[in-house]
């Protein structure tokens, strides 16, 4: 039988590998030069804004909420369609998540509904790039400017995307990227947030070690409630390592793209109902490539039909609002319907830096047998 395809697997060069055996016995393991160093790389591609890493690309969403002063009272626009982290934070600071329906091509919230949406208590904005496309970032920015308010990028799976070719995070307001697991690029654990200056990067530095300002030798105050948040010197040289293959990482995903719909072929869609994601191939990072199944089959089952032939397959993301938590929130079945058939019905099928395009065919021949 053919080895098991996994829908993503992090690429760990022996190169890196022996960058945290160095950070391990060098004594320095929490943040410390290493930090220091990618931080000032991540800066240096994003066009000199300020970067501080962190231990999750989750922490970062709330820290980037509390620099913006969003609490109780405030409302803040974001889409169902993500990791629950996205609506998490914004309940974390105490404000009320309110959700705008997708656009069914994109899979990205709908800026339409998200003008919609903006009520006298709005403040911010948290759109989602998913699997790595952007939305219309002028658009996003021109809705913003016109009703004052602030947006926070959930761009977890977007670094190496770019918007008319500028790289995502290197202009905007606050921008949020995540280096968990299954990313383009690995700290194992981890996120960075950008921000708009030296005073936003300050205070964040405060909220992410508890709230600690030092002076000189023994000085030390706390005027913010802040949290442990910082990320280890370990996780950093790991990412250092990803970092300097992004280019040639994100190349490869673009070319693997391409060889699914070639592939797959102008008629697919045709032929089985499912709805492949749009054929944009660079400013997407292609972090995940995903099809919306036909409703002739759950997810479920060809999630276990596809396994029998040895692949794996994933989904991103159940509704938001559907869940218990937001349930008891006041949300329910028919708010978005869009968001609603998208999340019962999405797959994302293997797309990772080890894959080769023998890979991709492999998927495609068993998707063909499974949707028949």
């Known amino acids: 039988m053919t080895a098991f395809l996994p829908f993503s697997r992090p690429t760990i060069d022996e190169a890196t590998i022996a960058s945290v055996a160095d950070t391990l016995r060098s004594g320095w393991i929490t943040s ?33 909420l509390r620099i913006a002063g969003i609490g109780a009272g405030d409302e803040v626009i974001t889409t169902p369609i993500s990791w629950v982290a996205t609506a998490n934070v914004i309940l974390e600071v105490g404000a009320t998540p309110v959700f705008a329906d997708i656009d069914p091509v994109t899979r990205n919230i709908d800026l339409d509904k998200v003008e919609a949406a903006i009520t006298s208590k709005t ?22 400017a ?23 995070g290197s202009f905007g307001d606050f921008v949020s990227f995540s280096f968990q697991a299954n990313k383009n690029i690995t700290t194992s654990e981890g996120g ?20 600690v300002t030092r002076c000189g030798w023994d000085g030390i105050d706390v005027d913010v ?3 442990k948040y910082n990320m280890t010197d ?16 994100t190349a490869h995903r673009r070319r693997l793209a391409q060889h699914y719909f070639k592939v797959l072929g102008s008629d697919f869609e045709a032929k089985t109902g499912a709805q492949l994601p749009p054929a944009e191939h660079e400013s997407t990072n292609w972090h995940l490539f995903q099809i919306v ?36 929130l006041g949300f329910h079945e028919g708010m978005f319907p869009i968001s609603e058939q998208v999340g019962r019905q999405i797959v994302s099928l293997p797309m990772f830096y080890a894959m080769t395009t ?10 063909r047998e499974v949707l028949g």
């Open 192 to 211: 960075c947030l950008v921000l708009n200056n030296m005073e936003e990067a300050a205070l964040a530095e405060k909220y992410r070690l508890q709230g």
């Open 123 to 144: 403040r911010a904005i948290i759109p989602v790039y998913l699997a790595g496309r952007p939305l219309d970032m002028d658009r996003l920015y021109a809705i913003a």
């Open 234 to 249: 370990i996780a950093a040289a790991i990412g250092l390592g990803q970092f300097a293959q992004l280019e040639k990482i």
């Open 32 to 64: 410390g030069p290493k930090v220091a160093e990618f931080e000032k790389q991540l800066s240096a591609y994003f066009g000199g804004r300020p970067v501080r890493t962190f231990n999750s690309g989750t922490c970062t969403m709330e820290i980037a």
């Open 146 to 168: 016109k009703h004052g308010l602030r947006v926070i990028e959930d761009a977890a799976q977007a670094i190496g995307s770019t918007w008319q070719g500028k790289p995502i």
């Open 293 to 328: 199944l036909p409703d002739r089959i759950t997810r479920p089952e060809f999630m276990e039909r596809m396994k029998a032939y040895n692949i794996g397959v994933g989904f991103h993301y159940a509704p938001i609002h559907l869940f218990k938590l937001y349930r008891e």
């Open 358 to 367: 023998e890979d991709v065919e492999r998927t495609c021949a068993a998707m």
């Open 225 to 227: 409630l802040g949290g």
